[in-house]
Antibody, heavy 120, light 111 residues
Framework: QVQLVESGGGLVKPGGSLRLSCAAS????????MSWIRQAPGKGLEWVAY??????????FYADSVKGRFTISRDNAKSSLYLQMHSLRAEDTAVYYC???????????WGQGTLVTVSS | QSVLTQPPSVSGAPGQRVTISCTGS?????????VHWYQQLPGTAPKVVVY???NRPSGVPDRFSGSNSGTSASLAITGLQAEDEADYYC???????????FGTGTRVTVL
Protein backbone atom coordinates (compact mmCIF):
# COMPACT_ATOMS: atom_id res chain seq x y z
CA GLN A 1 0.00 0.00 0.00
CA VAL A 2 1.50 3.32 -1.12
CA GLN A 3 2.33 5.53 1.84
CA LEU A 4 3.36 9.17 2.02
CA VAL A 5 4.16 10.58 5.45
CA GLU A 6 4.90 14.29 5.90
CA SER A 7 6.79 15.79 8.81
CA GLY A 8 8.49 19.02 9.82
CA GLY A 9 5.53 21.32 10.29
CA GLY A 10 5.17 23.64 13.23
CA LEU A 11 4.96 27.22 14.44
CA VAL A 12 7.39 29.71 12.90
CA LYS A 13 7.63 33.49 13.04
CA PRO A 14 7.11 35.65 9.96
CA GLY A 15 10.33 35.81 7.98
CA GLY A 16 11.46 32.47 9.35
CA SER A 17 12.33 29.20 7.65
CA LEU A 18 11.14 25.63 7.85
CA ARG A 19 11.93 22.37 6.03
CA LEU A 20 9.22 19.84 5.36
CA SER A 21 9.91 16.19 4.57
CA CYS A 22 7.80 13.48 2.97
CA ALA A 23 8.79 9.84 3.37
CA ALA A 24 7.50 7.55 0.65
CA SER A 25 7.13 3.78 0.81
CA UNK A 26 5.74 0.78 -1.06
CA UNK A 27 6.33 2.11 -4.55
CA UNK A 28 9.29 2.89 -6.76
CA UNK A 29 9.75 6.51 -5.64
CA UNK A 30 12.40 7.33 -8.25
CA UNK A 31 9.93 6.59 -11.08
CA UNK A 32 7.42 9.28 -10.13
CA UNK A 33 7.05 13.03 -10.25
CA MET A 34 6.03 14.46 -6.89
CA SER A 35 4.25 17.61 -5.78
CA TRP A 36 3.56 19.70 -2.69
CA ILE A 37 0.01 20.99 -2.32
CA ARG A 38 -1.26 23.16 0.53
CA GLN A 39 -4.57 24.08 2.09
CA ALA A 40 -5.00 27.13 4.29
CA PRO A 41 -7.39 26.67 7.24
CA GLY A 42 -10.96 26.59 5.96
CA LYS A 43 -9.80 27.30 2.39
CA GLY A 44 -9.30 25.42 -0.86
CA LEU A 45 -6.39 23.48 -2.30
CA GLU A 46 -3.37 25.22 -3.84
CA TRP A 47 -0.65 23.46 -5.78
CA VAL A 48 2.78 24.67 -4.58
CA ALA A 49 5.53 22.92 -6.56
CA TYR A 50 6.46 19.79 -8.46
CA UNK A 51 9.68 17.97 -9.23
CA UNK A 52 10.41 15.40 -11.89
CA UNK A 53 11.45 11.85 -11.12
CA UNK A 54 15.23 12.21 -11.54
CA UNK A 55 17.40 13.82 -8.89
CA UNK A 56 19.97 15.77 -10.86
CA UNK A 57 18.75 18.00 -13.66
CA UNK A 58 15.19 17.73 -12.42
CA UNK A 59 12.32 19.59 -13.98
CA UNK A 60 10.95 21.84 -11.27
CA PHE A 61 8.09 24.31 -11.29
CA TYR A 62 6.61 26.55 -8.59
CA ALA A 63 3.41 28.45 -8.07
CA ASP A 64 3.97 32.20 -8.41
CA SER A 65 2.98 32.66 -4.76
CA VAL A 66 6.08 30.78 -3.52
CA LYS A 67 8.61 31.30 -6.34
CA GLY A 68 11.92 32.53 -4.99
CA ARG A 69 11.08 31.59 -1.40
CA PHE A 70 10.45 27.83 -1.52
CA THR A 71 12.70 25.07 -2.89
CA ILE A 72 11.50 21.57 -3.69
CA SER A 73 14.02 18.73 -3.76
CA ARG A 74 14.20 14.96 -3.48
CA ASP A 75 16.54 12.18 -2.44
CA ASN A 76 15.64 9.07 -4.40
CA ALA A 77 18.04 6.93 -2.37
CA LYS A 78 16.04 7.79 0.72
CA SER A 79 12.63 7.82 -1.04
CA SER A 80 12.10 11.28 0.36
CA LEU A 81 10.71 14.59 -0.87
CA TYR A 82 11.51 17.93 0.71
CA LEU A 83 10.23 21.50 0.75
CA GLN A 84 12.57 24.18 2.06
CA MET A 85 10.60 27.30 2.93
CA HIS A 86 12.17 30.71 3.55
CA SER A 87 10.81 34.21 4.19
CA LEU A 88 7.59 32.72 5.49
CA ARG A 89 4.49 34.89 5.63
CA ALA A 90 1.21 34.63 7.50
CA GLU A 91 -0.48 33.62 4.24
CA ASP A 92 1.76 30.53 4.04
CA THR A 93 -0.11 29.10 7.04
CA ALA A 94 -1.62 25.86 5.78
CA VAL A 95 -1.63 22.10 5.90
CA TYR A 96 1.03 20.95 3.44
CA TYR A 97 0.48 17.68 1.60
CA CYS A 98 2.90 15.75 -0.55
CA UNK A 99 1.25 13.95 -3.43
CA UNK A 100 2.17 11.64 -6.28
CA UNK A 101 1.02 12.58 -9.76
CA UNK A 102 2.18 14.08 -13.03
CA UNK A 103 1.02 15.48 -16.32
CA UNK A 104 -2.47 14.38 -17.25
CA UNK A 105 -2.63 11.96 -14.33
CA UNK A 106 -4.40 12.90 -11.10
CA UNK A 107 -2.80 13.25 -7.69
CA UNK A 108 -3.59 9.65 -6.90
CA UNK A 109 -1.85 9.37 -3.53
CA TRP A 110 -1.62 11.98 -0.77
CA GLY A 111 0.00 12.08 2.63
CA GLN A 112 -1.90 12.98 5.78
CA GLY A 113 -0.49 16.52 5.73
CA THR A 114 1.64 18.58 8.11
CA LEU A 115 0.48 21.92 9.54
CA VAL A 116 2.64 25.00 9.14
CA THR A 117 1.61 28.03 11.18
CA VAL A 118 3.31 31.37 10.54
CA SER A 119 2.61 33.73 13.40
CA SER A 120 4.41 36.03 15.79
CA GLN B 1 -6.17 32.56 -6.31
CA SER B 2 -7.96 29.71 -8.07
CA VAL B 3 -8.35 29.88 -11.84
CA LEU B 4 -11.07 27.24 -11.89
CA THR B 5 -14.42 28.47 -10.57
CA GLN B 6 -16.93 26.26 -8.77
CA PRO B 7 -20.18 27.10 -6.97
CA PRO B 8 -19.58 27.38 -3.22
CA SER B 9 -22.31 24.92 -2.37
CA VAL B 10 -24.90 22.55 -3.78
CA SER B 11 -27.46 20.48 -1.92
CA GLY B 12 -29.96 17.75 -2.55
CA ALA B 13 -32.19 15.23 -0.85
CA PRO B 14 -31.13 11.60 -0.60
CA GLY B 15 -31.62 9.88 -3.95
CA GLN B 16 -31.51 13.09 -5.95
CA ARG B 17 -28.99 14.12 -8.60
CA VAL B 18 -26.64 17.07 -8.11
CA THR B 19 -24.09 18.56 -10.46
CA ILE B 20 -21.01 20.65 -9.72
CA SER B 21 -19.63 22.92 -12.43
CA CYS B 22 -15.98 23.84 -12.91
CA THR B 23 -15.38 26.83 -15.18
CA GLY B 24 -11.91 27.37 -16.60
CA SER B 25 -10.37 29.05 -19.63
CA UNK B 26 -8.54 28.48 -22.88
CA UNK B 27 -5.26 27.80 -21.07
CA UNK B 28 -6.54 24.91 -18.95
CA UNK B 29 -9.77 22.99 -19.59
CA UNK B 30 -10.25 24.68 -22.95
CA UNK B 31 -6.77 23.57 -24.00
CA UNK B 32 -7.86 19.95 -23.56
CA UNK B 33 -5.92 19.33 -20.35
CA UNK B 34 -7.69 16.59 -18.43
CA VAL B 35 -9.87 17.37 -15.43
CA HIS B 36 -9.83 15.39 -12.22
CA TRP B 37 -12.28 15.56 -9.32
CA TYR B 38 -11.48 15.06 -5.64
CA GLN B 39 -13.68 14.43 -2.62
CA GLN B 40 -12.44 15.72 0.73
CA LEU B 41 -14.03 14.66 3.98
CA PRO B 42 -13.38 16.82 7.07
CA GLY B 43 -9.86 16.43 8.44
CA THR B 44 -8.71 14.08 5.69
CA ALA B 45 -6.66 14.32 2.50
CA PRO B 46 -8.49 14.61 -0.82
CA LYS B 47 -9.41 11.41 -2.68
CA VAL B 48 -9.88 11.02 -6.43
CA VAL B 49 -13.46 10.26 -7.46
CA VAL B 50 -13.14 10.98 -11.21
CA TYR B 51 -9.93 11.19 -13.24
CA UNK B 52 -9.10 12.08 -16.83
CA UNK B 53 -12.48 13.76 -17.29
CA UNK B 54 -14.80 10.76 -17.00
CA ASN B 55 -13.04 7.78 -15.44
CA ARG B 56 -13.68 6.34 -11.98
CA PRO B 57 -10.99 4.72 -9.83
CA SER B 58 -11.81 1.25 -8.59
CA GLY B 59 -13.95 1.41 -5.50
CA VAL B 60 -15.68 4.66 -6.42
CA PRO B 61 -19.42 4.10 -6.98
CA ASP B 62 -20.80 4.57 -10.48
CA ARG B 63 -23.04 7.29 -9.01
CA PHE B 64 -20.11 9.63 -9.72
CA SER B 65 -19.54 10.75 -13.31
CA GLY B 66 -17.66 13.52 -15.06
CA SER B 67 -18.00 15.39 -18.33
CA ASN B 68 -16.34 18.26 -20.19
CA SER B 69 -17.54 20.86 -22.66
CA GLY B 70 -15.41 23.68 -24.01
CA THR B 71 -13.81 25.51 -21.10
CA SER B 72 -15.95 23.84 -18.42
CA ALA B 73 -16.29 20.50 -16.69
CA SER B 74 -18.96 18.98 -14.49
CA LEU B 75 -19.21 16.33 -11.80
CA ALA B 76 -22.56 14.62 -11.37
CA ILE B 77 -23.62 12.61 -8.35
CA THR B 78 -26.76 10.57 -8.89
CA GLY B 79 -28.67 8.77 -6.16
CA LEU B 80 -27.21 11.13 -3.56
CA GLN B 81 -26.31 9.45 -0.25
CA ALA B 82 -25.47 10.83 3.18
CA GLU B 83 -21.88 9.64 2.81
CA ASP B 84 -21.44 11.92 -0.22
CA GLU B 85 -21.57 14.99 2.00
CA ALA B 86 -18.11 16.50 1.55
CA ASP B 87 -16.09 19.16 -0.25
CA TYR B 88 -15.35 18.55 -3.93
CA TYR B 89 -12.55 20.08 -6.02
CA CYS B 90 -11.82 20.00 -9.72
CA UNK B 91 -8.19 20.10 -10.90
CA UNK B 92 -6.40 20.54 -14.21
CA UNK B 93 -3.18 21.92 -15.66
CA UNK B 94 -2.71 25.49 -16.88
CA UNK B 95 -0.29 26.18 -19.72
CA UNK B 96 -0.03 29.91 -18.99
CA UNK B 97 0.82 29.36 -15.32
CA UNK B 98 2.89 26.25 -16.13
CA UNK B 99 1.41 24.52 -13.14
CA UNK B 100 -1.53 22.64 -11.75
CA UNK B 101 -4.70 24.46 -10.79
CA PHE B 102 -7.54 23.57 -8.47
CA GLY B 103 -11.12 24.74 -8.40
CA THR B 104 -12.46 26.94 -5.64
CA GLY B 105 -14.25 23.98 -4.08
CA THR B 106 -17.91 23.04 -3.60
CA ARG B 107 -19.53 21.80 -0.42
CA VAL B 108 -22.19 19.18 -1.08
CA THR B 109 -24.90 18.97 1.56
CA VAL B 110 -27.36 16.11 1.78
CA LEU B 111 -30.62 17.48 3.10
Amino acid sequence: QVQLVESGGGLVKPGGSLRLSCAASDFSFSDYYMSWIRQAPGKGLEWVAYISSSGGGSTIFYADSVKGRFTISRDNAKSSLYLQMHSLRAEDTAVYYCARGYGNLPFEYWGQGTLVTVSS
Amino acid sequence: QSVLTQPPSVSGAPGQRVTISCTGSSSNIGAAYDVHWYQQLPGTAPKVVVYNNNNRPSGVPDRFSGSNSGTSASLAITGLQAEDEADYYCQSYDSSLKGYVFGTGTRVTVL
